[in-house]
């Protein structure tokens, strides 16, 4: 059974910046997705940045030039660099990957708040 573990969430100011975490645990072969999702209070989950296993990057227009998702040198691992944040920025931010052979995977969210 594989679960994600999400990590780097948190309180900061507006114009400062976070890195998430996610990693997988269990044996993993190969990851052929992996994105970072937000919820804030009342609103839908919506993807903020996904990438695939060739590398193909997308992002959602509201994050463009300020966040970046990236690959861990590790299978299981993946990193959300969030730069110049705002306060509407603030929401609970989910992993999901998928892995190959054994399906889909959701983290259990980690809570980022950003002041003004």
């Known amino acids: 059974q594989v679960q994600l573990v999400e990590s780097g969430g948190g309180l900061v100011q507006a114009g400062g910046s976070l890195r998430l975490s996610c990693v997988a645990s269990g044996t993993i072969f190969s990851l052929y997705y992996a994105g970072w999702y937000r919820q804030a209070p009342g609103k839908q989950r919506e993807l903020v940045a996904s990438?695939?296993?060739?590398?193909?990057?997308n992002y959602a227009d509201f994050v463009r030039g300020r966040f970046t998702i990236l690959r861990g040198n590790a299978t299981n691992a993946v990193y959300l660099q969030m730069n110049i944040l705002k306060p509407e920025d603030t929401a609970v931010y989910y992993c999901?990957?998928?892995?190959?052979?054994?399906?889909?995977?959701w983290g259990q969210g980690t809570q980022v708040t950003v002041s003004s």
């Open positions: 990438i695939t296993s060739a590398g193909t990057t």
């Open positions: 999901k990957m998928g892995i190959s052979t054994m399906g889909q995977y």
